[in-house]
């Protein structure tokens, strides 16, 4: 089960933290809408997506952005790291009407960052999500937060990321470093493209950096640590 691990923070220097930076401004200079809405997909489990996801909103977040992370993949139970209280209610206790929404926000995970947990469920998952008051939450969030990051499953477990996109400014496609066949990708790729979804771009994740240094030639890595040590 794999744990919710943010790790960005304001003032660390090194390669990882500035990739984050790029992928901030990228999506900057992308959408310059104000109280955005943003969805991060995979293709398959494991590729990085629910770290790639959180840490952006980090990023954004120690900006002073107001930004709140929503873990929208219900079928999987995921434990917060560095969090003392249990979840027994989420986003889905809220989709069910069973709960308000401020019942089950966590707020100041970390500072300027809330959190919108998810309780595990086993089946109407994709109903929940296609009905009514997703729209409803969505449009309040987008009110109360500069940012809103949207976590969910990969594309080959469900299309929530798809149906989720028609509410989102874009979607963030991470791909994990040889970890996915072309043709799962393009089929993944197709499935957003029918829901009329913007794709911001791919993140690429999981790179071994010997491997990108020695294959590719690119010494990214050695030039921006050389500089930041002066």
Do not use: Q, W
Not at 77 to 97: A, C, M, Y
Not at 102 to 129: A, C, M, Q, W, Y
């Amino acid at each position: 089960m794999p744990e919710l691990n943010i790790f960005f923070k304001k003032d660390s220097d090194n390669y990882l933290f500035e990739a984050f930076r790029v992928l901030r401004s990228n999506i900057h200079f992308l959408e310059k809408n104000k109280n955005k809405i943003i969805v991060f997909t995979s293709t398959i489990p494991n590729e990085g997506k629910t770290t790639i996801s959180a840490n952006y909103a980090m990023s954004e977040a120690v900006t002073g952005k107001k930004v709140i992370l929503v873990n929208c993949d219900i079928r999987r139970f995921r434990p917060f790291d560095g969090l003392k209280t249990e979840i027994t209610h989420g986003i889905e206790s809220v989709l069910l009407g069973k709960k308000k929404i401020n019942e089950v926000i966590i707020e100041r995970f970390e500072e300027n960052l809330d959190l919108l947990p998810s309780k595990h469920l086993n089946g109407g998952i994709t109903e929940l999500f296609l009905g009514g008051r997703i729209k409803e939450l969505l449009e309040d969030l987008r009110k109360r937060y500069d940012l809103v990051v949207l976590d969910t499953p990969p594309l080959s477990i469900a299309t929530d990321a798809a149906i989720l996109s028609e509410y989102a400014d874009g979607v963030v496609y991470v791909c994990g470093y040889n970890m996915v066949k072309k043709e799962k990708m393009l089929r993944a790729k197709k499935i957003l493209e029918r829901a009329g979804a913007k794709i911001y771009g791919v993140v690429i994740n999981r790179i071994d950096e010997k491997i990108y240094v020695n294959e590719y030639g690119y010494d990214e890595y050695k030039y921006y640590n050389n500089y930041i040590k002066g």
